[in-house]
């Protein structure tokens, strides 16, 4: 079985797994430099670095770094502990890392306007499979967006139904208008995405909010939705706000602290008029 095209199954198939490889070895032991052992986000495994306990202890350690998404390096003395010496090695030290395998990261961009095109570019160059939604054929076209995953031309309410977005996803909502905001993320807070941004000043968001409540919505369904989206970097253009965009979803993919969603404060303050100083500029499509 060839692990590489085991790890590329995997990652087509919008899985996770982990890769153990043993990168230094003094001694003797029960297998050999570079060998390698993936175990896949079911338990399974292909490939092997020896047996026994290490191999156990391996396995342990390889759905941990799949959890954390964060490599590790362990370090095994067959030498010095009983519990290593099962008949099966000679003795000896060696040096194991552990690396996570993540399905492809895959961005939903909802709006096609002068935002969009922009974020779909940066987006891309930090790896992001990009599909565009956007009800005119003009704007979510080929022609804009060539090297796009998929762009979708058709109304939003049927195109969300036939979206499914899994814990690898990433939605940023981006319209020409704040009822097709709105539209988009009643859907999106019901979804599995492992990130919900929103374009739009706080008031607005927070009116956004307090009327998709009032539709039934449980107010938790909002904590983990990034609005004002993108990280504050002072940003004003098209360009810089999809430069802060991606940042925030790098730092979500990254699990940096800055990734924190900035409304998660909402259903402690959902009675509470936003101020002055709440009414920010909505940088909107101006299409």
Avoid at 7 to 24: D, M, P
């Amino acid at each position: 079985m060839d692990i590489y095209e085991e790890i590329v199954k995997l990652r087509q198939e919008g899985r996770r797994g982990a890769v153990a490889t043993i990168v230094n070895v003094r001694g003797s032991i029960p297998s050999f430099e570079t060998a390698k052992m993936l175990v896949r986000d079911d338990g399974s495994i292909a490939g092997t670095i020896g047996g026994g306990c290490v191999e156990a202890e391996i396995w342990q350690a390889a759905r941990e770094v799949m959890e954390s998404e964060k490599p590790r390096s362990l370090s095994f003395n067959l030498n010095q502990n009983p519990k290593y010496d099962t008949g099966l090695v000679c003795g000896g030290t060696l040096d194991i890392f552990v690396e996570p395998i993540l399905p492809q990261a895959l961005l939903y961009i909802f709006g096609a306007g002068h935002v969009s095109v922009n974020l779909y570019r940066v987006a891309r160059g930090a790896d992001f499979d990009v599909t565009v939604i956007d009800d005119r054929e003009a704007f979510a076209s080929r022609q804009r967006f060539p090297d796009a995953k998929e762009v979708i031309a058709e109304d939003f309410e049927q195109a969300l139904s036939r979206i499914t977005p899994t814990e690898n996803s990433y939605i940023v909502i981006v319209t020409r208008g704040h009822r097709d905001d709105m539209r988009v993320l009643r859907w999106a807070v019901q979804t599995r995405a492992r990130y919900v941004g929103m374009i739009g000043s706080k008031r607005k968001t927070i009116t956004i909010f307090r009327e998709l409540v009032k539709e039934g919505l449980a107010p938790e369904l909002f904590d983990r939705v990034h609005a004002p989206v993108g990280l504050d970097i002072g940003a004003i253009t098209p360009e810089e706000i999809a430069v802060a965009i991606t940042a925030e979803l790098i730092a979500v993919r990254r699990h940096a602290e800055r990734a924190l969603p900035h409304m998660s404060w909402f259903k402690n303050h959902s009675t509470t008029e936003p101020g002055p100083a709440d009414d920010i500029v909505d940088v909107r499509e101006n299409d």
